[in-house]
T-cell receptor, first 111, second 114 residues
Framework: TQLLEQSPQFLSIQEGENLTVYCNSS?????LQWYRQEPGEGPVLLVTVVTGGEVKKLKRLTFQFGDARKDSSLHITAAQPGDTGLYLCAGLRGATNKLIFGTGTLLAVQP | DAGVIQSPRHEVTEMGQEVTLRCKPI?????LFWYRQTMMRGLELLIY????????DSGMPEDRFSAKMPNASFSTLKIQPSEPRDSAVYFC????????????FGPGTRLTVL
């Protein structure tokens, strides 16, 4: 059973377009991370959200944690080819420090 | 500051051979995680350690896989004997306990078993 479902799985867009990636679960998380992974490299931590309803911005990227802390979204404004990569959400539950990773969204931004 | 260091970056071996993957976590971090990534299964947690002690090894595929963390600055993942289905990218990540789950990944080891 996959606890964190991401949508869409694949996304190919043109430079300058906006997009939103969703990360959904029926479980509550104490915190949620977003990572970006480029080909041949390990995932890189982008942001951590902790409070229900929290919004964080990282340049053109906007991250939101759902009010009930069960879901999250990542919105990219005016996408650029450098945004290309695999986006992974990951949630922390309970007293463990083991992350539950989402299914991933592969984004390709065409110049 | 040095990030998580993994070696080797690439490993090609023949079926039946022993493979050892190495990881040096970020200095001061007290949790270490081993993951495997494939196109079919995505990123899977194999095992993790807190303060050098294995906490959860439920993701280790079978007895052919073993992991050790003899000290706070070094861990190994060993596969013996290796099989073609073990071909994947293996990542090591480290974190601080009670840091809201923030993990920092190494560059990975791409393993190919022929």
């Amino acid at each position: 059973t996959q606890l964190l479902e991401q949508s869409p799985q694949f996304l190919s867009i043109q430079e300058g377009e906006n997009l939103t990636v969703y990360c959904n679960s029926s479980s509550v998380f104490s915190s949620l991370q977003w990572y970006r992974q480029e080909p041949g490299e390990g995932p890189v931590l982008l942001v951590t959200v902790v409070t229900g309803g929290e919004v964080k911005k990282l340049k053109r990227l906007t991250f939101q944690f759902g009010d009930a802390r069960k879901d999250s979204s990542l919105h990219i404004t005016a996408a650029q080819p450098g945004d290309t990569g695999l986006y992974l959400c990951a949630g922390l539950r309970g007293a463990t420090n083991k992350l539950i990773f989402g299914t991933g969204t592969l984004l390709a931004v065409q110049p | 500051d040095a990030g998580v260091i993994q070696s080797p970056r690439h490993e090609v071996t023949e079926m039946g051979q022993e493979v050892t993957l190495r990881c040096k976590p970020i200095s001061g971090h007290n949790s270490l995680f081993w993951y495997r990534q494939t196109m079919m299964r995505g990123l899977e947690l194999l095992i993790y350690f807190n303060n050098n002690v294995p906490i959860d090894d439920s993701g280790m595929p079978e007895d052919r896989f073993s992991a050790k963390m003899p000290n706070a600055s070094f861990s190994t993942l060993k596969i013996q004997p290796s099989e073609p289905r073990d071909s994947a990218v293996y990542f090591c990540a480290s974190s601080l306990l009670n840091d809201r789950g923030r993990q920092y990944f190494g560059p990975g080891t791409r393993l190919t078993v022929l």
